[in-house]
Antibody, heavy 119, light 106 residues
Framework: QVQLVESGGGVVQPGRSLRLSCAAS????????MHWVRQTPGKGLEWVAI????????YYADSVKGRFTISRDNSENTLYLQMNSLRAEDTAVYFC????????????WGQGNLVTVSS | EIVMTQSPASLSVSPGETATLSCRAS??????LAWYQQKPGQAPRLLIS???TRATGIPARFSGSGSGTEFTLTISSLQSEDFAVYYC????????FGGGTRVDIK
């Protein structure tokens, strides 16, 4: 069955960096686009970044553009989110999710990983 | 930017009754609309895509309808496991979620 397991979250000071990973199994990872989505009590669910199945295209929310980088290693079935210049407002639970072939929604989600940006 | 508005914000329903949740888009998203269910401490779970197509394994008591700017999720004969928060999300361009509707036990 499809499994997405995130890791790499934690507490980080403002201005610092953090990298999230998402290990995929149970499907042909290299055939699917992938998302990062985050959730906060105040702003709800927010799409952060999307990457094409082969990594050739990447799209970002305006709130993270220039600071976050989505990438993938299809040989390792792993998705990444490199987060630089972190701000307090980046504090959220971050989910990785699979993009089905029918559109930019998410048919399978990881369990979520909490990132707290605080001094 | 397309804004998604869900109503009501919360809904109290008795088990066995029907819940009707609404989602409105600020401009047309055609049928590029998904619904998710989220329980505390869990990731969202896809229920519906294409406004009306149930995802794999989703019971028939969940049904979606609408197109353009007005959408509805109907949950018939509510079961105890259906009490949760429900989100709509458009994917006609950059995807955005609505603010959610909480369905709790009356």
């Amino acid at each position: 069955q499809v499994q997405l397991v995130e890791s790499g979250g934690g507490v980080v000071q403002p201005g610092r960096s953090l990298r999230l990973s998402c290990a995929a199994s149970g499907f042909s990872f290299s055939n699917y686009g992938m998302h990062w989505v985050r959730q906060t009590p105040g702003k709800g669910l927010e799409w952060v970044a999307i990457i094409w199945y082969d990594g050739s295209k990447k799209y970002y929310a305006d709130s993270v553009k220039g600071r976050f980088t989505i990438s993938r290693d299809n040989s390792e079935n792993t998705l990444y989110l490199q987060m630089n210049s972190l701000r307090a407002e980046d504090t959220a639970v971050y989910f990785c999710a699979r993009v089905p072939h029918g559109g930019w929604y998410a048919d399978y989600w990881g369990q979520g990983n909490l990132v707290t940006v605080s001094s | 930017e397309i804004v998604m508005t869900q109503s009501p914000a919360s809904l109290s329903v008795s088990p066995g009754e029907t819940a009707t949740l609404s989602c409105r888009a600020s401009e047309s998203v055609s049928k590029n609309l998904a619904w998710y269910q989220q329980k505390p401490g869990q990731a969202p779970r896809l229920l519906i895509s294409g406004a009306s197509t149930r995802a794999t394994g989703i019971p028939a008591r969940f049904s979606g309808s609408g197109s353009g700017t007005e959408f509805t999720l109907t949950i018939s004969s509510l079961q105890s496991e259906d009490f949760a928060v429900y989100y709509c999300q458009h994917y006609d361009g950059w995807p955005r979620f609505g603010g959610g509707t909480r369905v709790d036990i009356k």
